[in-house]
């Protein structure tokens, strides 16, 4: 709500060198600082001093002041006046302490990042044919989507999945689907990320399965989990269980991966949906710092120790058109999430305090309207998070406000990757724009104010308790955007500037319907090709599971082995946790 911001909050941070720090407990120190009470930060009134802006303000089209979406006001020129104190130390070297600079000293002169491109619609038959044609164009990982019933848990013969399955992604019900995904695909030789969360356990054990299949140990694997279900409830809606339930199968995944799939992320905790849903550049950073707090602490009080699994922690932000301001996001975070490691949780592997991360290029950022326009958006954007030091890389097809990607924009998009990787500069030298007036003065802007935010989330309690909190501070942000792009202060071409009469529509992909019909008949005769009473014998001991303390994924492995599918695991478990239900 607008109000929620006039209100004055006790700030748990402290200064250094005129940047935020956190502190050396558990919790972040205190200090008050007062504030002048307004109405929201969206007023453009600046004749008072509020609290640190991280919204843009709501001033028109004629104001000649420039702001960020965050609300920083950028200067018509910066000079050596605007770098920070003691710049030297806050940067440190490439590769080491506080990786500011790259987590990696070499970066891309040794080896590029990851080309990693989304894919997956329809049926496993449909999706096994884009992964091989990605791959055989040079990609150089796999990134799968699901479709929605199966991110909420639900088999494709549910009746709530009619019209919805193969959708916005592949449906996966069981072993057989999983195995026909990766059919030919040797997964010992290739990464694989796999955006899923609530049922994220369950993908992952069928693709331990399918590997176990071709020979291929567990130990071999490679590739990510998304397995961020706080962000499901902030933004993105694709939850099962309430927290408790959630978190512990988040964990379980945790320890599960530190014994048997070591070299697997365990979690992406991801700021990008947060993007897609309004928030501006310092609320993802803010959002999801925060959520990664949650985490690793829910990680500690589940017995795990912190430098068994914080170097598997994996994040996931959002790439948008302000090429300086989202590079200096990307090396805030960086910043931030080493000394959050190190001085709050006292990590002491240099390998937990690295923020790795991978980027997508803005989804909300694609236009309908002359949708050629996003080919530039999307090179501007990956041009962005490759000189952010991005460990990979996911560039949206052009087509993608209309439909999933055809063949044709995925190739440009990849082909997009390829250019900025190979032709741009971008990966010639480390961190191109350290010492940059402009980019530096963002990048220490951007992590103070990130951490007065986080603060505010420490004060509610952490970010479970502060689901609503995080929730009302997107909205109000996405309402921004709207307003700006309506009144013109924010310009976007061919949208509300350059527009044209006449509406541009590419070839765009279409997903047969017989293909649901197909993907339910199948998962049928799956179901009555098994023995019933060993199914239902493995589902009763995964409610038994879910009722004790033991780590889950185990008896979870069994039952999808024993041929249990997807949605039957996911709803034995919901019979014990129960459902989520959101408040609004």
């Known amino acids: 709500s607008m109000s929620a911001r006039a209100s004055s909050c006790a700030r748990s941070c402290r200064r250094s060198a005129g940047v935020w720090t956190p502190a050396r407990t558990d919790s972040f120190q205190v200090r008050r600082v007062p504030v002048i009470l307004v109405a929201g930060n969206l007023l453009g009134d600046m004749a008072t001093t509020p609290e640190r802006q991280t919204i843009a303000p709501l001033v028109g089209p004629d104001d000649p002041r420039r702001f960020t979406d965050s609300g920083i006001e950028v200067k018509p020129l910066y000079d050596e006046t605007d770098l920070p104190e003691g710049l ?17 000293r070499d970066m891309y002169r040794k080896q590029l990042w990851t080309m990693r ?36 848990g ?5 009746p709530r999945c009619l019209g919805e399955v193969g959708r916005t992604g592949v449906a996966i019900d069981t072993i057989d689907d999983m195995r ?5 695909i040797p997964l010992d030789q290739v990464s694989t990320s796999m955006t899923i969360n609530a049922p994220a356990s369950v993908l992952l054990l069928l693709y331990e399965l399918v590997g176990e299949e071709q020979g291929v140990s567990a130990e071999a694997l490679r590739g990510t989990t998304q397995n961020d279900i706080l962000k499901e409830y902030i933004a993105r809606g694709n939850f099962i269980y309430p927290p408790q339930g959630a978190i512990r199968l988040t964990t379980d995944l945790f320890a599960y991966c530190n014994e048997r799939v070591p070299k697997w992320n365990t979690i992406s905790i991801s700021g990008y949906h947060f993007r897609e849903k309004g928030c501006s550049a ?9 959520n990664g707090i949650a985490y690793v602490q829910a990680a500690l009080d589940a017995g795990l120790e912190i430098d068994r699994f914080g170097p598997r922690l994996a994040f996931f932000f959002n790439g948008h058109n302000n090429v300086f301001q989202e590079v200096a996001k990307f090396r805030a975070a960086r910043r931030m999430w080493a000394e959050i490691m190190r001085e709050r949780f006292g990590a002491q592997d240099k390998r937990s305090w690295k923020l790795r991360f991978h980027t997508q290029t803005g989804g909300v950022t694609l236009t309908a309207q002359q949708p050629e326009n996003n080919i530039v958006r999307v090179a501007l954007q990956g041009f962005a998070a490759v000189c952010g030091g991005t460990q990979s890389l996911h560039t949206n097809g052009f087509d993608e406000a209309l439909a999933l990607p055809t063949e044709r924009a995925a190739r440009i998009a990849l082909r997009t990757q390829q250019v900025i990787g190979y032709e741009s500069g971008a990966a010639d030298t480390v961190d191109p724009f350290a010492g940059s007036y402009f980019v530096e003065a963002l990048t220490d802007e951007i992590e103070a104010r990130a951490g007065e935010l986080i603060a505010k989330v420490d004060e509610l309690g952490g970010s479970v308790q502060a689901i609503d909190f995080m929730k009302n501070e997107i909205e109000e942000s996405a309402f921004g955007y709207h307003e700006r792009y309506r009144t013109e202060q ?30 339910v008949q199948r998962l049928k005769a799956f179901k009555a090709d098994r023995d019933a009473e060993l199914v239902q014998r493995r589902l009763e001991e995964v409610r038994a599971s879910a009722r004790g303390t033991d ?17 039957e695991v996911c709803s034995a478990m919901r019979d014990v946790f129960g459902d989520y239900k959101p408040t609004f």
């Open 88 to 104: 030297g130390e806050r940067l440190g070297e490439p590769g080491e302490y506080p990786y500011t600079r790259g987590v990696h």
């Open 117 to 152: 491109q989304y894919a997956g619609y329809a049926s496993a038959k449909e999706s096994n044919e884009r992964y091989h044609y990605l791959l055989e164009n040079g990609s150089t990982g796999l990134s799968m989507a699901f479709d929605l019933p199966t991110q909420l």
């Open 154 to 158: 639900l088999d494709s013969d549910d």
């Open 180 to 184: 026909t995904a990766f059919d030919q």
């Open 282 to 290: 310092i609320q993802e950073v803010a959002f999801t710092l925060a």
């Open 490 to 519: 924010d310009i976007v071409v061919g949208v509300n500037k350059f527009v044209q009469d006449s509406p541009e529509v590419p070839d765009i992909l279409r997903v047969d319907p017989e293909s649901e019909r197909e993907q």
């Open 551 to 567: 780590n889950l994924l185990p008896v979870l492995r069994q039952a999808l082995k024993g041929r249990c599918s997807m949605g």
